[in-house]
């Protein structure tokens, strides 16, 4: 049992104490690195008077020496629990002096300050902060922090901190030091530091007022040359933020460091981003396009941080979403701006709809602003950053663009400095629209995807069209009973040619305000039937029902002028048949697919050239996740059984048509990063996927020339998936071993290299997933690793995973319980597959509640794992 209690957001209550200033010096040490640290505190006038001082420290902190107002602290002037160190009487206003000693070498948590691959590095959002130092480790403490770095000068050569450089200088025992001095106040999870041999790449921004910024993307010798779309992405965000929210960068410089050893993507420390390497290297040799898209796009969201996060940041960690929802929501925005804005859409919202609303539907649904948790990092979920975001388009859809931006003005400038909550921001955008948010914010407390019931009725007599929407949202572990959303819901209407209806204001799509459980609206002047196109741009973030025939789906996806509408009539067409088939395959029944599909797909490939990167999208079927995540049951091996016949009959049926399409998109000058070649090759990269289906040695020829001539990743991978994923076994090994061969070096490829083999839908995946482990790529220690291999094989191979036996769950449980006392918020994560046990058949149910129960009977279980498996059960 964990002793970790749940903490509520009912129970907040202000800092006793605030902390004016930080100065923090570090003698780094593989294994006894010591931290002196010297606070400014006085009483919070805002908060109810005590004479105790707790501060927040993590076990593994070892207390050196404790000083208040100069004079040493006698032990019973204090106590040290497990995670705090409480001063049992403090004066008004006081100097206090704490010396740590931590131990970075054995922080396998990643946590805190620890060692990847030799450098020094820390991470401190949520808790990390406690690792080090005793403070009050909470987002509502904000301090001037001054950072003293002293580590060997010829093993450490780069020592970075938080905000300018101030002071260098050398010891006579071959260290050095620099100190770093922060002026933006900020709380504790926002310090960072960096120590290692690095090597950085320079550039310089001028911002809106003419200030100039250095900007430096730091990483080891060897990635140098894969630093520069990471720069382009910078100065490009950089002036986004200037030019759509007319924000400006604040310090004098701007640094990038690239670690291996990452818990999670990135990390927007001020002035100081520490970075995934896979985040933030790229090179067209080594990383695929959309590893470039991941790059620009993370690299955008740290910087958006620096106003969305940092300048203005959260008052406690319930209010995650205030930074993450509105700040993926600005990224999101940015990458349609520099890309395809519909393919951007397609992207995002299918993250949403498969596995946000599988979440939404599980027994860890929270709102995005949740109520009460055990472990925090348990709640950097899709919830809090995609439905978030999608809650901040919401915002944005119902005030408008204009009304939004003086929304994020006034509220950029009235909590500047501050640490404040998801209503204050919801205040901002009331306050300029004048509008009644009061049931929009309903959106943050009630968790559930809601669903939306369309009817309609077309009189033509009075030309009159109506229509009907019910609202729903299904009970969650935190709700029974919710009530009405306040969302926005646009719609167009067809006429028979195709063409859009034009409705109000002389506009071709309305925006409908739904507030009521059920509402009916009314178009007038509609002279001929129309067809709706409901919830275009996915307005917002629910499950729509109408009764569309497939001919009016075929329709939309010809016609609607909404791409991301067009593109979604698409899906629900293949869906539908999808869940034919299964019901066939089930009943043991013949599959084959209709004239009528085979049709619509030949003309999309017809059109294709067009339009290469929507047809890519058009040309996907609906993915094995978004299938099972509208599932009434999950049916693993039905659902891979059936999109596979599926593909194999479009192949077949439509070979000359992709054969076509592959040859005229051919690269055939060379690899460039635009647009235009990315959706070049993700068309004709899908096209060979379709071919390579079929099993004929003509197309396998086709692959192997492409693998062995690409002069970029992008088309190398996917040739090597193609092959690796299809009956040519000695081909596919063959592949695999000149893969690595060529890339061993290349930590990043090899990852891609496991994620190809942990994907492989074919028999016997978990043996060799198991052998995976011993061979010599792998590192147990690295969460990449551990993520390419073991998650891969887990979330994206559901063949091999469900085995009926049992085998995948028992492995994963195997492995989750090894893992936490290693790396929590790893294991805790991993954990993900096993807590969707309801939504399978009884015996499946049977396989993986006992494997949840065993990790639960181990006891002296993390936080972290405690919360996500006791929930689970419950
Ligand atoms: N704030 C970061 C995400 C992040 C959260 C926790 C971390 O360590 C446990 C690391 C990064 C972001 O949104 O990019
Ligand atoms: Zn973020």
């Given at each position: 049992?964990?002793?970790?209690?749940?903490?509520?957001l009912?129970?907040?209550?202000?800092?006793?104490f605030?902390?004016?200033?930080?100065?923090?010096?570090?003698?780094?040490?593989?294994?006894?690195?010591?931290?002196?640290?010297?606070?400014?505190?006085?009483?919070?006038p805002?908060?109810?008077?005590?004479?105790?001082?707790?501060?927040?420290g993590?076990?593994?902190?070892?207390?050196?020496?404790?000083?208040l107002?100069?004079?040493?602290l006698?032990?019973d002037a204090?106590?040290?629990?497990?995670?705090?160190l409480t001063l049992?009487?403090?004066?008004?206003?006081?100097?206090l002096?704490?010396?740590?000693?931590?131990?970075?070498?054995?922080?396998?948590?990643?946590?805190?300050?620890?060692l990847s691959?030799g450098?020094?590095?820390t991470?401190c959002?949520?808790?990390?902060f406690?690792?080090?130092?005793?403070y009050?480790?909470?987002p509502?403490?904000?301090?001037v922090?001054?950072?003293?770095?002293?580590?060997?000068?010829?093993?450490?050569?780069v020592l970075?901190?938080?905000?300018?450089p101030?002071?260098?200088g050398?010891?006579?025992?071959?260290?050095?030091?620099?100190?770093?001095?922060?002026?933006?106040?900020?709380?504790?999870?926002l310090?960072?530091?960096?120590?290692?041999?690095?090597?950085?790449?320079e550039?310089?921004?001028?911002?809106?007022?003419?200030?100039?910024?250095?900007?430096?993307?730091?990483?080891?010798a060897?990635?140098?040359?894969?630093?520069?779309?990471a720069?382009?992405?910078?100065k490009?965000?950089?002036?986004?933020?200037?030019?759509?929210?007319?924000?400006?960068?604040?310090?004098?410089?701007?640094?990038?460091?690239?670690?291996?050893?990452?818990?999670?993507?990135?990390?927007?420390?001020?002035?100081?981003?520490?970075?995934?390497?896979?985040?933030?290297?790229?090179?067209?040799?080594?990383?695929?396009?959309?590893?470039?898209?991941?790059?620009?796009?993370?690299v955008?969201?740290e910087?958006?941080?620096?106003?969305?996060?940092?300048?203005?940041?959260?008052?406690?960690?319930?209010?995650?979403?205030?930074k993450?929802g509105?700040?993926?929501?600005?990224?999101?925005?940015?990458?349609?701006?520099?890309?395809?804005?519909?393919?951007?859409?397609?992207?995002?919202?299918?993250?949403?709809?498969?596995?946000q609303?599988?979440?939404?539907?599980?027994?860890?649904?929270?709102?995005?602003?949740?109520?009460?948790?055990?472990?925090?990092?348990?709640?950097?979920?899709?919830?809090?950053?995609e439905?978030?975001a999608a809650?901040?388009?919401?915002?944005h859809?119902?005030?408008?663009?204009?009304?939004?931006?003086k929304?994020?003005?006034?509220?950029?400038?009235?909590?500047?400095?501050?640490?404040?909550?998801?209503?204050?921001?919801?205040?901002?955008?009331a306050?300029?629209?004048?509008?009644?948010?009061?049931q929009?914010?309903r959106?943050?407390?009630?968790a559930?995807?809601?669903?939306?019931?369309?009817?309609?009725?077309?009189?033509a007599?009075?030309?009159?069209?109506?229509?009907?929407?019910?609202?729903?949202?299904?009970?969650?572990?935190e709700?029974?009973?919710?009530?009405?959303?306040?969302?926005?819901l646009?719609v167009?209407?067809?006429?028979?040619?195709?063409?859009s209806?034009?409705?109000k204001?002389g506009?071709t799509?309305?925006?409908?305000?739904?507030?009521?459980?059920?509402?009916?609206?009314?178009?007038?002047?509609?002279?001929?039937?129309?067809?709706?196109?409901?919830?275009?741009?996915?307005?917002?973030?629910?499950k729509?029902?109408y009764?569309?025939?497939d001919?009016?789906?075929?329709?939309?996806?010809?016609?609607?002028?909404?791409?991301?509408?067009?593109?979604?009539?698409?899906?629900?067409l293949?869906?539908?048949?999808?869940n034919?088939?299964?019901?066939d395959?089930?009943?043991?029944?013949p599959l084959?697919?209709?004239?009528?599909?085979?049709?619509t797909?030949?003309?999309v490939?017809?059109?294709?050239?067009?339009?290469?990167?929507m047809?890519?999208?058009?040309?996907?079927?609906p993915?094995?996740a978004?299938?099972?995540?509208?599932a009434?049951?999950?049916?693993?091996?039905?659902?891979?059984?059936?999109?596979?016949?599926?593909?194999?009959?479009?192949?077949e049926?439509?070979?000359?048509?992709?054969?076509?399409?592959?040859?005229?998109?051919?690269?055939?000058?060379?690899?460039?990063?635009?647009?235009?070649?990315?959706?070049r090759?993700?068309?004709?990269?899908?096209?060979?996927?379709?071919l390579?289906?079929?099993?004929s040695?003509?197309?396998?020829?086709?692959a192997?020339q492409?693998?062995?001539?690409?002069?970029n990743?992008?088309?190398?991978?996917?040739?090597?998936i193609?092959?690796a994923?299809s009956?040519?076994?000695?081909?596919?090994?063959e592949?695999l071993?000149?893969?690595?061969?060529q890339?061993?070096?290349?930590?990043?490829?090899?990852?891609?290299?496991?994620?190809?083999?942990a994907?492989?839908?074919?028999?016997?995946?978990?043996?060799?997933?198991q052998?995976?482990?011993?061979?010599?790529?792998?590192?147990?220690?690295?969460?990449?690793?551990?993520?390419?291999?073991i998650?891969?094989?887990?979330?994206?191979?559901?063949v091999?995973?469900?085995?009926?036996?049992?085998s995948?769950?028992r492995?994963l449980?195997d492995?989750?319980?090894?893992?936490?006392?290693?790396?929590?918020?790893i294991?805790?994560?991993?954990l993900?597959p096993?807590?969707?046990?309801?939504r399978?058949?009884a015996d499946?149910?049977?396989?993986?509640?006992?494997?949840?129960?065993?990790?639960m009977?181990k006891g002296?279980?993390?936080?972290?794992?405690?919360?996500?498996?006791?929930?689970?059960?419950?």
């Open positions: 049992m964990s002793a970790k209690p749940t903490i509520y009912k129970d907040y209550t202000p800092p006793s605030l902390i004016d200033t930080i100065s923090l010096r570090f003698e780094l040490d593989e294994t006894a690195t010591r931290v002196k640290s010297q606070l400014q505190v006085r009483r919070n805002q908060a109810a008077v005590t004479r105790q001082l707790q501060l927040h993590h076990e593994s902190v070892e207390l050196c020496e404790i000083k107002n100069g004079a040493h006698a032990a204090y106590q040290r629990e497990a995670e705090f049992l009487d403090v004066p008004e206003s006081f100097e002096e704490i010396e740590t000693c931590i131990n970075p070498e054995a922080n396998t948590a990643l946590e805190g300050l620890y691959d450098m020094y590095c991470q959002e949520a808790e990390g406690r690792r080090i130092t005793f009050p480790d909470r509502d403490v904000m301090s922090f001054t950072t003293t770095l002293v580590a060997d000068a010829s093993r450490f050569p970075l901190g938080n905000g300018n101030v002071q260098r050398e010891l006579d025992d071959g260290r050095h030091w620099v100190t770093w001095v922060d002026p933006f106040p900020k709380p504790a999870y310090f960072a530091l960096v120590a290692g041999d690095l090597q950085c790449l550039d310089q921004f001028t911002t809106c007022s003419g200030r100039q910024v250095t900007l430096q993307i730091y990483a080891e060897k990635d140098l040359e894969k630093l520069d779309h720069m382009t992405a910078l490009n965000a950089m002036r986004w933020d200037e030019e759509v929210y007319g924000r400006e960068y604040d310090l004098d410089i701007y640094m990038i460091v690239a670690v291996d050893f990452f818990n999670m993507g990135a990390m927007e420390n001020k002035g100081l981003n520490i970075f995934n390497t896979a985040c933030v290297l790229a090179h067209p040799r080594t990383t695929t396009d959309a590893g470039f898209q991941r790059v620009e796009s993370v955008a969201h910087y958006f941080h620096n106003w969305s996060g940092n300048r203005v940041t959260c008052r406690d960690w319930f209010q995650l979403s205030l993450e509105f700040t993926v929501f600005r990224d999101q925005c940015f990458s349609a701006d520099m890309h395809s804005a519909v393919v951007q859409r397609v992207d995002e919202v299918g993250i949403l709809r498969t596995a609303f599988a979440e939404d539907a599980g027994p860890m649904a929270h709102p995005v602003r949740p109520a009460s948790f055990i472990e925090i990092s348990n709640f950097y979920t899709l919830t809090v950053y439905k978030g809650v901040v388009r919401m915002l859809t119902l005030l408008g663009a204009d009304v939004f931006r929304g994020a003005d006034l509220y950029f400038e009235r909590h500047d400095g501050q640490a404040v909550t998801t209503d204050d921001f919801v205040q901002a955008m306050d300029v629209s004048g509008r009644d948010l009061t929009f914010k959106w943050y407390s009630q559930g995807t809601p669903r939306l019931k369309v009817s309609d009725h077309y009189d007599a009075s030309q009159r069209y109506q229509l009907n929407v019910q609202q729903s949202c299904p009970a969650t572990p709700a029974q009973q919710k009530l009405p959303f306040h969302l926005p646009s167009g209407l067809l006429r028979a040619d195709g063409s209806f034009v409705l204001d506009k799509t309305q925006l409908l305000e739904l507030t009521e459980a059920e509402q009916t609206f009314v178009f007038d002047s509609i002279d001929e039937a129309p067809l709706p196109s409901l919830l275009r741009d996915f307005s917002a973030p629910v729509l029902v009764g569309y025939t001919e009016q789906l075929a329709f939309l996806l010809s016609h609607d002028e909404d791409g991301f509408n067009r593109w979604d009539a698409g899906q629900q293949s869906l539908r048949l999808v034919r088939l299964i019901a395959y089930q009943q043991g029944k084959s697919l209709p004239d009528t599909f085979v049709a797909w030949q003309s490939l017809q059109q294709a050239p067009q339009d290469p990167a047809a890519a999208l058009l040309l996907t079927l993915s094995e978004y299938i099972s995540e509208t009434e049951q999950i049916d693993p091996l039905a659902i891979h059984h059936v999109r596979h016949f599926m593909r194999c009959a479009l192949a049926q439509l070979e000359s048509s992709w054969l076509e399409l592959c040859r005229q998109h051919d690269s055939q000058s060379g690899y460039t990063a635009s647009a235009a070649d990315m959706a090759r993700s068309l004709r990269n899908l096209c060979l996927s379709y390579m289906v079929l099993e040695p003509a197309h396998l020829a086709l192997q492409q693998f062995e001539t690409a002069d990743m992008t088309d190398q991978f996917a040739a090597l193609s092959v994923h009956g040519f076994r000695d081909s596919a090994d592949l071993a000149e893969f690595l061969s890339w061993q070096h290349e930590s990043l490829v090899m990852n891609q290299w496991l994620m190809v083999q994907t492989d839908p074919r028999e016997g995946g978990l043996a060799r997933v052998q995976l482990l011993e061979h010599p790529v792998y590192d147990a220690r690295n969460p990449n690793k551990i993520r390419s291999l998650g891969a094989f887990c979330q994206q191979n559901a091999n995973f469900h085995a009926q036996d049992g995948g769950y492995f449980a492995h989750i319980l090894q893992l936490d006392a290693q790396n929590p918020q294991a805790a994560r991993l993900t096993l807590t969707r046990w309801r399978y058949a499946r149910q049977a396989l993986m509640q006992a494997q949840l129960q065993r990790i009977d002296q279980l993390s936080g972290d794992v405690y919360e996500v498996v006791s929930k689970s059960l419950c």
